[in-house]
């Protein structure tokens, strides 16, 4: 037996994505992870999952002995360059795949009981070159089979996991180990076990179980652990945040204008206004560098491009539609907007038309009564706080003097730890030459190979209610129902409409809520794609009318009830009835539902008739969701190929329906000329 590690990976054969003991997806910190220059055995077991009482029924899935299985590992899937890691089945030496010996405690992986084992070598060029670039990363791991006689590759599972420096490995410089963290259980365990709070006047003494006026702390205790510490019952204040710039880590050429000569960047965060800020309200600020320099060339690699000087300019108003425009905050401008640009500006309000007003300065602060640096002479009250050798400190008590925070834990809690001098967020460094190539602008590239922009795992099994809860729109009756927006789409991945598409397939799932049926509702649903313009910033965006769905209508039989009795006989007509249907009528219980259609002229219901009587009129409504398709070409959708846009649908106002439904953006098929 091969002495690799073995790392577990349990499968949903349904969607292809990586699940947990409870049937649940796994995500961002319960990712797998894999290190540079190491060699493991990935233990694939794919299930079948299913649900009974809200509770996950796992099975093992059977899997095809007779596909030709390939894994790999990728961070951009650009057919222009090699895979991260590549797994292969073959008939040699090279064969990567079901190693004999290569399961759990020496066993071989058994496809018939759903197992599959990868060996996985991260020893590659391609693995280092994708640890070593700039900014945040997804890296995706994809399994796909060949059936016997064809040439056409299927996804058997496609999810994400994390890829990591090995500590003092060549590639770069050693990254400390991860520490212990909550798994999703525990997490869920922790927070369902129901809190025990205290109450205290002085935060130290005389705690009790219920709270009385003069009680200024609280403390709470869960699942019989040691208390929490105390925390103080105060109303937070009004906060104001300030940005200014200077062109190195002590402040020189302090600005509040940005400009591609001021590469530092400083905030100050206060409980008051300042009219116009200077250079000594940010005396004890921290200046991070955010526009970089240019990098050095690299030693290997051919020459990267060069990049590109990149500005950010902020604006400020006083709502979401900019009015009020000004580049000096203050307190009744409480939006902010942000443009980029490769080349400088000096902004005026045009600039920021089609941008995203975000409101930044809430009604109320956070409580905390900044005091400046730490000094040991000066007298501090409770919840006073103050930054001692780069760390900020919260007073823990009313009379605090002479305390050092770093040392005087009964005194102070550390609420922001120094850390290191942080790099450019979003707009990045420029461009560093050589081996890891230039940073550049984030110029988006197509994804290939999907025949669907926005596919749906769940779609498939679309009349299971459960599936639509993952990916739903609610709208109540009195719901305000929006027809066009000006909001940036979120939710929904970036595409690039592929070529040869010449229209789009929506498929949308309709299912009523709150214990209502159909009854011949229509609703009319839009579509807005949002542009990406100049790869950098958005284009404005076009409501498009998608279609019109009309839902079932009620059926309105007669029959007999019996008092005390869940049969109903002599019904006029039980064609258009079916088990699960909401009934309604004299002598029927409220949410009573047709459990079962015996005859041409029977049913049974839910609960017994509260009355016997003859030729009842009866309203049955369907409940079940409801599949909805309609194909609309590019050129009505305002779209043309190459475009990289973002989705999000509306239900128009003038839709008639009374009561609650639920709209499922189910996805979008590329139809090809």
């Keep these: 037996m091969a002495n690799f590690k073995r790392i577990p990976v349990m499968v ?47 099975t093992e899935h059977s899997i095809d002995p007779d596909l030709t299985l390939s894994a790999f590992g990728d961070n951009e899937f650009d057919y222009l360059t090699s895979f991260m890691f590549l797994s292969e089945q073959t008939e040699d030496e090279n064969n990567m795949v079901n190693i004999a010996s290569d399961w759990f405690d020496g066993a071989t992986a058994n496809p018939a009981n759903g197992q599959l084992s990868f060996r996985i070598n991260t020893n590659t060029t391609r693995f280092a070159e994708a640890l070593n670039s700039s900014g945040l990363q997804n890296f995706y791991f994809c399994i796909t089979g060949i059936p016997s006689g064809q040439t056409d590759k299927s996804v058997l599972a496609y999810f994400r996991f994390k890829a990591e420096n090995r500590p003092s490995s060549s590639v770069g410089a050693p990254v400390s180990g991860d520490p212990e963290y909550l798994n999703s259980q525990e997490v869920q365990a922790l927070v369902k076990s129901a809190p025990i709070f205290q109450f205290s006047i002085d935060g130290a003494t005389d705690w009790h179980d219920t709270q009385v006026a003069a009680d200024r702390y609280y403390r709470e205790q869960r699942n019989g652990g040691e208390w929490s510490e105390a925390i103080a019952l105060i109303k937070p204040t009004d906060a104001f945040v300030y940005v200014a710039y200077a062109s190195d880590n002590s402040g020189a050429d302090f600005n509040t204008t940005p400009s591609d000569a001021l590469k530092y960047r400083a905030e100050i965060h206060v409980s008051e206004e300042i009219g116009t800020p200077s250079a000594s ?5 921290i200046w991070v560098k955010y526009l970089g320099d240019t990098g050095a060339q690299g030693e290997q690699g051919i020459q990267g491009e060069a990049g590109i000087d990149a500005f950010v300019y902020v604006a400020y108003a006083s709502d979401d539609s900019g ?20 080349t400088a500006l000096t902004p005026v309000e045009s600039d920021f038309s089609g941008t995203t007003w975000v409101k930044y300065l809430g009604e109320n602060g956070t409580g905390v009564a900044p005091q400046g640096t730490y000094n040991s002479s000066t007298t501090y009250t409770l919840n006073d706080g103050v930054t001692y050798n780069g760390s900020y400190y919260r007073s823990l008590v009313l009379t605090n003097l002479g305390h050092q925070p770093d040392t005087s834990t009964g005194y102070w809690q550390e609420m922001v730890a120094k850390g290191d001098t942080g790099e450019q967020g979003e707009q990045g460094e420029q461009g560093i030459q050589g081996e890891q190539g230039a940073t550049g602008t984030n110029i988006l590239t197509a994804i290939s190979g999907f025949s669907y922009l926005f596919p749906d795992p769940d779609f498939t099994d679309y009349a299971n209610s459960a599936n639509i809860e993952s990916n739903r729109g609610d709208y109540g009756a009195d719901a ?11 939710g929904y991945p970036l595409c690039k409409i592929p070529a040869d598409t010449a229209s789009l397939k929506f498929r949308e799932v309709f299912e009523p809520e709150n214990g209502y049926g159909w009854n011949g509702e229509t609703v009319i649903f839009k579509g807005e794609f949002k542009k990406m313009a100049n790869n950098i910033t958005w284009s404005s965006v076009t409501a498009v009318d998608i279609g019109t769905f009309t839902a079932p209508s009620a059926e309105t039989p007669t029959g007999d009830t019996t008092l005390d009795s869940a049969v109903i006989s002599n019904m006029s007509d039980t064609s258009g009835l079916a088990a699960g249907m909401i009934i309604s009528g004299s002598g029927i219980p409220s949410g009573a539902t047709i459990a079962s259609v015996d005859s041409s002229t029977q049913i049974t219901i839910s609960d017994n008739a509260t009355a016997t009587a003859s030729t009842v009129s009866f309203t049955c409504k369907s409940t079940a969701p409801q599949l909805y398709e309609v194909t609309v070409s590019l050129a009505t959708l305002g779209l043309a190929v190459g475009d990289v846009v973002n989705f999000v649908q509306r239900i128009d106002s003038s839709s008639t329906y009374t009561n609650d439904i639920a709209l499922e953006f189910a996805e979008i098929e590329v139809i090809t000329s």
């Design 12 to 58: 949903d054969a349904a969607t292809g994505k990586q699940i947990d003991e409870f049937g649940s997806v796994v995500r961002d910190n319960d990712f797998f992870r894999l290190l540079f220059d190491e060699t493991v055995v990935l233990c694939c077991q794919f299930y079948d999952v299913s649900w009974i009482d809200g509770e996950a029924q796992l």
């Design 480 to 490: 305000a129902l929006v027809s066009t927006s000006s909001n940036e789409p979120v």
């Design 323 to 342: 009015t009020n425009w000004n580049l000096t905050p203050s307190v009744s401008l409480k939006y902010r907007a942000e443009i980029h640009s490769i």
């Design 281 to 285: 309200d940010f005396s004890a600020s």
